[in-house]
């Protein structure tokens, strides 16, 4: 090992991670048979599996299209294999959720809006209404702040519960949104509570927050800058992360202390979601829980280590490759090793040996992920890799000490809050962020998965499906989880940063990382919906909620739960949607037995106003030229005034 130079006090990210206990305790590795045989039904995998599917029709109702025929045939072989190679019927889960006593077309107006007063009806349509004219949405801002100083506080809060905050927020605090939870549960709805308070910081302000939170004070040596991706840096026209983005709320770093009453709102919004129902979630950012420049670094550390396992085996970085199934031999390892100058060949096979836990005679990428594991001694040799011509070369980054403080109490309150969740019974949502960030986020998420979710799922991570690289991503947690023995959580989303993440890829210089086209991003979602209902079919340790508000994407899982017999009593498969849209989807499923919840913010009426300008926009670009909500909102209104049955 002559060749590798160790690593001096740089960013240890694994030290710190094992120092607060985020990490996997020892748990052996499932047969190897069995894995390989379940690697190779999983749709995930490249290969050849006797399982077919239709895949949905793209739903064009959301970009204000007529929708299109959604009806597909969807057939499967589900086997299970002996060890003597004999196949036997899987019946492992139990009844089948059947889709014929749900209404698919999700048109059922009186079933859809039984936990809505008259009045709620007619607040629902004026609402939704109003989010079809550009100038109120455009200039929603502006028309609240005249409203507030014509109207005054009292009458100005008055409106706003008799109109948009009313229909879209739950209440401001526990005991308000207590009736609410209450009613919706009594309806087969469960809740995802998020505190949805922001600061509403001018445009210069969140500039200078951003790029101060953003930019080291800790050295580098003289070639570590220029090698670095420069996807994980900081530039001023894109501070403002809440640019381009009309679904997601920031957070923006000032000091510890705010990161530490962010820790505490987060902790009463889990012991709130759990007073106020026995089967509820709360969902984080972890950018509210530290400093964004430890995420930015961990995030380089994370991709440039994968990057170099890519260039081993020969994948080309950026494309959809199947990195489960690339792996290396004893004598690849070492010729790999021998043309990067890293060493002459390792002939000793020291560290080939301890990536190959397993003595199989290849590794694949999560045996190479084991170099960032926060509990294996490598990790001190190999801390940050990076590829520079052709070469592997150590990169530096050194810490402050009050930095190197910040990650540590960073990945505390991480763990406080896991904790906490745990403790009262609560899920915890961790949501998506900027594709710089996300790959420490995703990191995170799965040692606190490795921790916590031994029993049951109580950490779930979110899948954007219009990265690219979505559904490798979420293929490599999922084995990850198999190989370790914890439940796997997952959310599935399309994604909320789409504009903001083209626009600077294309000015930085970087390749793209979403989806070329809307129909690009929908046959991911249902490749990753798809892959994970198998996975879900052949070992029931795994949890996804499918959130979103396209009608065709639950039409998909719901008929694909019934081809693999996963039963909706079984509550492996959660749907989600945002209080105050698409009823009729959430209602409907969740009064035929499926698992559904409503995305439920609360929060003073003020401090809400971010939030609803966003669901403002988000509105109007679902909403614009589609017809059927509002439509069923007042076939159901009429039937109730003309006192129809």
Request: charged share 30%; net charge neutral; hydrophobic share 35%.
């Amino acid at each position: 090992m002559a060749g590798l130079r160790p690593f001096t006090k740089c960013v240890n990210y694994t030290e710190l991670l094992r120092g607060n206990h985020l990490c996997r305790p020892s748990i052996p590795v499932l047969p190897q048979l069995r894995y390989e045989f379940r690697r190779s039904q999983s749709p995930f995998a490249k290969a050849n599996v006797k399982t077919e599917f239709v895949k949905e029709a793209v739903c064009e109702e959301s970009r204000g299209k007529p929708a299109t025929n959604t009806s597909s045939t969807l057939s499967t072989t589900q086997v299970s294999v002996n060890v003597d190679g004999n196949t036997e019927e899987n019946t492992f889960l139990k009844t089948a959720a059947d889709s014929k006593n749900i209404d698919l077309s999700f048109s059922d107006f009186k079933e859809a809006y039984k936990s809505k007063s008259t009045y709620e009806l007619a607040r629902a349509l004026l609402v939704l209404k109003l989010c079809q004219f550009d100038f109120l949405v455009e200039k929603n801002r502006e028309v609240i702040r005249w409203s507030q100083k014509i109207l005054g506080d009292r009458l100005f809060r008055a409106v706003m519960k008799a109109s948009i905050y009313g229909h879209f927020v739950a209440g401001e605090d526990q005991p308000s949104i207590a009736p609410m939870v209450k009613k919706i549960n009594s309806h087969g709805v469960g809740a995802i509570l998020d505190y949805s308070v922001e600061e509403d910081i001018p445009h210069n302000e969140a500039v200078e927050a951003e790029m101060e939170s953003c930019i080291s004070h800790g050295k580098e040596t003289a070639t570590a800058d220029k090698g670095r991706h420069r996807q994980f840096k900081a530039y001023r026209q894109f501070a403002d992360r809440r640019e381009d983005v009309a679904s997601a709320r920031t957070y923006f770093y000032h000091d510890e202390a705010k990161c530490d009453d962010n820790l505490e709102t987060l902790l009463r919004c889990v012991d709130v979601a759990g007073a106020t129902s026995d089967d509820g979630f709360a969902a984080v950012k972890l950018t509210a829980l530290g400093r964004p420049q430890l995420l930015l670094n961990l995030s380089e550390v994370l991709t440039q280590t994968r990057s170099v396992f890519m260039k081993m085996t020969g994948c080309i970085e950026g494309t959809k490759s199947d990195l489960l199934g690339q792996r290396l031999t004893r004598d690849e390892f070492q010729e790999q090793l021998h043309e990067m100058g890293i060493t002459s060949r390792d002939e000793t096979g020291e560290w080939f040996t301890w990536m190959d836990k397993n003595q199989t005679g290849w590794i694949d990428l999560l045996d190479w992920d084991r170099l960032m594991q926060p509990d294996l001694k490598l990790s001190k040799l190999l801390k940050v890799p990076r590829l520079e011509r052709g070469k592997l070369c150590p990169y530096f980054l050194t810490l402050t000490d009050e930095e190197e403080t910040q990650m540590k109490r960073m990945l505390k309150r991480i763990d406080i809050l896991a904790k906490r969740a745990s403790k009262k019974d609560v899920r915890l949502m961790v949501d998506a962020e900027q594709t710089y960030f996300q790959p420490a986020i995703s990191r995170l998420a799965i040692e606190m998965m490795r921790k916590f979710n031994r029993n049951k799922a109580v950490i779930f991570n979110t899948y954007q499906c219009y990265l690219k690289q979505c559904s490798n991503n979420l293929a490599v947690d999922v084995e990850l989880s198999k190989r370790e023995d914890f439940w796997f959580g997952a959310k599935l989303v399309r994604g909320a940063y789409m504009d903001q993440e083209r626009k600077r890829a294309e000015e930085i210089g970087y390749p793209d990382p979403i989806n070329e086209s809307y129909e690009a991003t929908s046959q991911c979602y249902n490749l990753c919906l798809d892959g994970i209902l198998d996975e879900i079919h052949s070992r029931p340790k795994i949890n996804v909620m499918v959130a979103s508000h396209n009608e065709d994407t639950v039409r998909f899982a719901v008929k694909r739960m019934e081809e693999l017999n996963i039963g909706a009593k079984d509550r492996l498969v959660y749907f989600g949607q945002l209080l105050g849209m698409c009823d009729q989807v959430s209602f409907t499923l969740g009064q035929a037995g499926y698992a559904v919840y409503k995305y439920v913010p609360y929060g003073p009426v003020n401090d809400v106003i971010p939030y609803l300008s966003r669901r403002a926009f988000e509105n109007r670009g679902m909403l614009q030229g589609v017809s059927k909500e509002k439509e069923l909102l007042w076939k159901e209104l009429k039937r109730r005034l003309l006192h129809r049955h």
